[in-house]
């Protein structure tokens, strides 16, 4: 059995290429703390994970908190089987309330080791590859609504054919955004207008309303659940619920209330790919769409990604997103890389990328 014998976490900066990404609230980043995990096992085999938080004010997670969490929780994985992936959910619950965000790179890693030992790409244990390729969407970052328009054009011609306009700003403002925004767009095209809990319910009312004749979706307009299920029922335009969703428990609420149409299901934000997995499978049976993806991240959490994606049935991959190509630094080789706005996940064992040392650096945690 592939006992784990120690752990490693390594802190690595990712810069954007287009200098920062803004969102709601006027929260902005500029270089992304990610956070690289490795699980070592007495066999040799070691397997990769990675968590990077949208900053500390985008969820309940922030960078140092992530290594916090793994130091502590660490010590409750060593000498355990890599490949049990429930009994190690398990055990990272009861020693940790919470904190899914802490779990996920350690889950990811050991689906990694688990595809290792399997002789199996992540995707083949999580139900298979629909196709050959899946669709990817670009985050527009908040700018002035001309500007968005034509980031979305230029996108565009780089391949993507789905566009997640960041507003929840000034509504008149947002208004223009998503009118503008769509005026790029052409027959097929996706635009989805995400609010990041940004609006109060009067606010969003009135830009779903003033919008209620453009082909757009809505995103999490509000903080809470209740006031998002308000402009829900308001509203004629398909919606999504992200920021409220972070749990199996959560969905099923959802469902209940006919609270959404897709819902955005970020990696980290349920705790890794066993809980992701337990979600997508849920939503899938019960006829709701899929944004698969994490809160950032480079090259592993864009694996990951890609592997879940992969293998969620193509009616319900609403769309997913190819972080690594936001940022300027490449963290591993192998992985997904897109292709005119598509990408496919690795054939290879495990989630198929091997970390680049040279750019990780020592380990700033290392327990066992
Ligand atoms: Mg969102």
Same mark, same amino acid.
């Given at each position: ?235 004629? %335009?398909?919606? @999504? /619920?992200?920021?409220? +969703?972070? &749990?199996? $428990? ?105 970390? %680049?040392?040279? @750019? /990780?650096?020592?380990? +700033?945690? &290392?327990? $066992?």
């Amino acid at each position: 059995m592939p006992k784990i014998t120690r752990i490693e976490a390594f802190q690595v900066d990712l810069p954007l290429h287009e200098g920062s990404y803004r969102w709601s609230g006027g929260n902005s980043v500029e270089v992304f703390d990610s956070t690289v995990v490795a699980v070592h096992t007495a066999e040799g085999i070691s397997g990769y994970g990675e968590i990077c938080p949208l900053g500390p004010a985008y969820l309940p997670a922030y960078a140092e908190g992530a290594r916090t969490g793994i130091a502590r929780l660490a010590p409750h994985l060593i000498g355990c089987d890599a490949t049990e992936l429930g009994v190690l959910n398990g055990r990272m619950d009861a020693a940790l309330r919470g904190h899914p965000y802490v779990k996920s790179a350690l889950d990811v890693a050991c689906w990694d080791i688990l595809g290792k030992v399997a002789g199996l790409p992540a995707a083949t244990l999580l139900g298979g590859c629909y196709g050959d390729s899946f669709p990817l969407y670009r985050a527009i970052s908040q700018d002035l609504p001309q500007r968005m328009a034509e980031k979305v054009a230029h996108y565009r011609s780089e391949g993507y054919s789905k566009f997640q306009l960041k507003v929840g700003g000034d509504p008149d403002t947002d208004i223009e955004r998503i009118r503008e925004a769509a005026r790029k767009l052409e027959r097929g095209d996706v635009l989805v207008a995400d609010a990041n809990t940004g609006w109060t319910q009067h606010q969003a009312l009135r830009v779903a309303d003033a919008v209620r004749d453009v082909d757009v979706y809505i995103e999490q307009p509000c903080a809470s659940y209740q006031e998002c299920l308000a402009v829900r029922r308001h509203t004629n %335009r398909p919606f @999504v /619920l992200d920021e409220v +969703v972070d &749990s199996l $428990g959560m969905v099923a609420e959802g469902i209940r209330d006919q609270a959404m149409d897709v819902i955005n299901l970020k990696i980290s934000k349920v705790g890794g790919l066993t809980k992701a997995r337990q979600i997508r499978d849920f939503c899938v049976s019960m006829g709701i769409a899929l944004t698969i993806e994490d809160t950032w991240g480079g090259d592993i959490a864009t694996a990951a990604i890609a592997h879940l994606a992969h293998s969620t049935p193509p009616d319900y991959l609403f769309t997913t997103t190819d972080f690594n190509s936001y940022v300027t630094v490449s963290i591993a080789e192998g992985a997904p890389r897109r292709k005119d706005g598509r990408m496919t996940a690795g054939k290879a064992p495990g989630l198929g990328i091997e970390p %680049r040392w040279e @750019v /990780l650096g020592k380990p +700033v945690v &290392s327990i $066992g």
